[in-house]
């Protein structure tokens, strides 16, 4: 967070994504069945930042890599659903 307040682009997107009302969300939830055998790169609308995986935590630079596994758990930022302002933009 600290170096997010020395950019002028930073701050306010982690700002909107910890915020109850922003237009991104960030939701942890289980991998879903189309999404086993593809990459973190290929697995959702949003983006994947991470997958926790056989008590591993599978970072961001792996999204090329890592095959989703049945039982991983995705932390995924995506838009807010039901947020018009996200919606149409």
């Known amino acids: 967070m600290a170096?997010?307040?020395?950019?002028?682009h930073?701050?306010?997107?982690?700002?909107d994504l910890m915020s109850v009302g922003g237009q991104m969300v960030?939701?942890?939830r289980p991998a879903a069945q189309d999404e086993i055998g593809?990459?973190?790169a290929m697995a959702t609308a949003?983006?994947?930042?991470?997958i926790h995986?056989?008590?591993r935590a599978i970072p961001f630079t792996e999204r090329h890599r890592h095959i989703i596994?049945?039982?991983?758990?995705?932390?995924?930022i995506s838009p807010a659903h039901g947020d018009e302002k996200?919606?149409?933009q």
């Open 53 to 55: 995986s056989n008590g």
């Open 26 to 28: 960030l939701t942890e």
């Open 46 to 50: 949003g983006v994947v930042v991470q």
């Open 38 to 40: 593809k990459t973190m």
């Open 10 to 15: 930073a701050t306010p997107f982690l700002c």
């Open 3 to 8: 170096d997010a307040v020395e950019t002028s």
């Open 69 to 76: 596994q049945p039982g991983d758990l995705l932390l995924v």
């Open 86 to 88: 996200a919606e149409g």
